[in-house]
Every structure is written in C-alpha cells, then in structure tokens.
C-alpha cells in the first residue's frame, strides 16, 4: 500500500459538490450479495489460515455451504418481492462449481463484481504476476459465463497487497469496495487511470452485525432502517450510497429473513431513493460527479 494510507485525500465531509442521484433520489441504494466457495484444504498461505481447527475442518465449511444451497434462493425471493437487483460480489471460482446460482443471477439482471477466485485464497504474499493473473481470470471467466465485463472489485477475505489498487485502474475498474472511508463515492489516488471507491459497509455487513457485535435479528433489521435514516436526511444536502453487504449463509438463516425482509420493504417504500446497483452508481458518477469532484479535492489540498 501506498506509505500513510496515500490512497485517497483527506476530503472533509462539508461543503462537498452537490450530489443529486437520478430522478432527484437522496439515498443510491445497493444490495452486495457475497456468493463465495469455501475450499475445506486450501493451499496454505504463511501469514493466515483459514479454518481455526486442523484439517479437516468440516463445520465451518458445510455452515458456509449452506448459503449456496439454501440460504441464497431464500435472499434472492425477498430481494425479487421488493424489485432489488444484487450486485454480487463473486467468488470467481463458483462458476464451477455451482452455475445454477449463475443462471439465476444472469436472469435476473443482477451485476456481478469480482471477489478473488475463492475466498480462501488470501492475496498475502502475492507476487505481481500472480495477482495480475486472478485479476484477469475474474474478467475473462465472468465475462464467459454471464457476458459481464465485471468493472468493480472487492480483494478476496478483504485481504491486499501494496499494488491492488493500482492494478484495478490499470485493468480498467470503475470501483472498489475495499476502503470504507465515506458515505459517498471519492476518486482513488492512483498511478493510472481511474478509480473511486464505491461506499460498501462494514458496520450493517451481516457477518459483522451476526458474528462480532453478536446482534439479534430485530436488532440488525432496526440498525439498517437506523443507517438508512441517517443518510436519507444527509441525501437532503448531497446524495448518498448505502450499501448492505449480506451472506446468504448469514441473513439466509430462517430465523433472520423477516428481519430482513422489513428492512427491505421500509426502505424500498420510500420516496428519494434510487434502488439500483453498484455498476450503476459508478457508471453515473463518473459521468457527472467525477471531474467536479476531483477538482474540489485537488483545490483544497492545494489551498
């Protein structure tokens, strides 16, 4: 990584460009699916392991599996009812094993994003020829099995080497969701090209909310509802992005798809709120954000 975290220029919140999302929407809205494979013996990377117990470690593995059995048909109905196109976040590798999902996501208009090949394979330790070979094994398999040209990216387990940003903009991405910064797109420090970051979450990501703050789920549903508040009445001044990250074998549990079914249907209800996908949002604020805003941080670095 660039030394001090130079990816992205302090850029204070207030007296930003004025945000307007189409329609005149206050709040740009996506949904991020993480459809992800799990490999029970993946090759071993010297700086992290994935499973806590030795090999072979069973539970976790058929826990996660799940969610491409179960708990992603259960998500993909509830998104359906309430019209809400997922930009997924892939687990390349799934193509493989489980086109099914593809299929269903393929007709349905949903976007697809790369998250490494499996999310067992961390990017510590990566060489440059080997992160530029998964980079360019995520567009070519996607851009087969979906016809998909993917444009954004999140590092597999959210794990990183030194060049991955600059290696996106140079293969010609429009975002990432790597950095949580802000609550609206910026523009990337990079060698070449372009980039932002799109705004992803941590805070309302279902594993997160699930497994750390050990919430129930009438709490994660109440803290969705409580985030997207929050932005709509910022959305008054200058447009934002919410994004709820899920995993079908998290939020795909039963006991959870009410909650997250009135999460969806409250926010879907509203009037300001353009429902859409990431690719979307990028593709509209490089077109009419991008330069402005580039310049408003430029000048106040300057100034």
Request: hydrophobic share 35%; charged share 25%; glycine share 6%.
């Amino acid at each position: 990584m660039k030394s001090d975290l130079q990816l992205y220029d302090y850029w204070p919140y207030a007296k930003r460009p004025k945000i307007v999302w189409p329609g005149g929407a206050k709040v740009a809205f996506w949904v991020a699916p993480n459809i992800e494979y799990y490999e029970i013996n993946p090759p071993l990377n010297p700086k992290r392991s994935p499973w806590a117990r030795p090999h072979p470690d069973v539970v976790p593995v058929a826990t996660r599996d799940h969610g491409n059995r179960v708990g992603h048909w259960r998500m993909m109905e509830v998104m359906d009812k309430y019209k809400v196109r997922g930009s997924i976040s892939l687990s390349v590798g799934l193509i493989e094993h489980h086109p099914e999902i593809i299929k269903e996501c393929v007709d349905r208009n949903w976007e697809f994003f790369s998250h490494g090949i499996y999310n067992t394979r961390y990017s510590y330790e990566m060489d440059e020829a080997q992160e530029r070979a998964i980079i360019e094994d995520s567009i070519e398999t996607v851009l087969k099995a979906t016809g998909q040209r993917i444009v954004g990216y999140l590092a597999p387990a959210l794990t990183h080497t030194e060049r991955t940003i600059d290696l996106l903009a140079e293969y010609g991405f429009l975002y990432t969701c790597d950095l949580f910064q802000d609550d609206q797109p910026q523009p990337i420090n990079v060698n070449k090209g372009r980039l932002i970051s799109m705004p992803y979450s941590l805070e309302i990501n279902d594993i997160i909310v699930y497994n750390s703050y050990l919430a129930t789920p009438r709490r994660y549903g109440q803290m969705i509802k409580d985030q997207f508040d929050q932005l709509m009445k910022e959305g008054e001044e200058s447009g934002t992005v919410m994004c709820i990250p899920l995993h079908a074998y998290a939020v795909g549990q039963a006991h959870r798809m009410q909650a997250f079914e009135e999460a969806l249907e409250y926010i879907t209800k509203q009037p300001g709120v353009w429902v859409t996908t990431a690719r979307e949002i990028a593709e509209y604020y490089y077109e009419n954000y991008y330069d402005t805003c580039q310049a408003d941080i430029l000048a106040r670095k300057a100034g």
